[in-house]
Each structure stands twice: as structure tokens, then as C-alpha cells.
């Protein structure tokens, strides 16, 4: 994960951003509950902040909606880069480090014992390890 601005955004010519400039600015997060928000939360944590110390001004749903009112300047976020790479590509968002905050988020794979993977879900873990270890 990364923060994501608009591309007219004054931090636009950075590779990366401190720790206490993120708080500077108004920020929008995901829902109670969603992953992206726990991961936000503890890596915050791990420095002794806590998302309360942001200026939130939004909560939003969805990761789209998210990007919407990043692109209408309403605010800064954290996320994926994975869900937003066609912003980034487009050059209509951009993607910075925030220093000293580790923005790394688990994913988890499961499956059912008792059950053989079908041929696409054994192309599909494939593909994950591949993918993984070239990281």
C-alpha cells in the first residue's frame, strides 16, 4: 500500500513523504472493519499514533469511492496501488512512500481439507508464489 494523492497535489513532485506530513493533511479512510483499516491502524500504532491523530474527513465504503474524492481533492488515503494502477498508469494519481511507515498488508489463503483444488485454483496459487517470490 502507498499514499495516494491527485496528480495536482503540491506533495505531486515527491517520491515520499514523512510520517508527520501525513497528519498535515485531510485524509479519507475505508469502513470499520475493512482490512485496508486494520493495516492502517496498526502501522500507525506501531509508531504511537492512532488514525484519530489524521484529519479525517471522509469515511468511505469502497476503494472506488476512495479514489473519487482523492481525483476531487477532497482528501489524501492509503491504499493498494494494485487497486488503483490504472489511476497511476493514467498519470491521474500518483503513489508516495510515507518514511518510517511500514504500509505492508497481509493477505491470507485458504482452503477446504477435505477437499481436492480444482485445476484454476492450483493455477491460481501458482501464479501467487510466482508472483510472491519475484518481490
Known sequence: MRL????????????????????TEPFIVREQ??????????SLGNKGHNVEDLRVVAELGST???CQGIKTGAGV???STLAVSEDLQAQKLIALE?????????????????RS???????????????LSSK
Not at 518514511?99 to 481439507?113: A, M, S, V
Open 77 to 79: 488515503s492509503i491504499l
Open 98 to 114: 510515507v518514511d518510517g511507515l511500514n504500509l505492508k498488508r497481509n493477505f491470507y489463503l485458504t482452503w477446504h481439507r477435505y
Open 4 to 23: 495516494i494523492i491527485p496528480a495536482n497535489h503540491h506533495w505531486a513532485v515527491e517520491k515520499r513523504v514523512s510520517l508527520a506530513m501525513l497528519f
Open 64 to 66: 472506488q469511492a476512495i
Open 33 to 42: 472493519g475493512s482490512g485496508t483499516l486494520k493495516s492502517l491502524q496498526q
Open 117 to 131: 483444488p480444482s485445476p484454476l485454483n492450483q493455477a491460481f496459487v501458482q501464479f501467487l508464489e510466482k508472483e
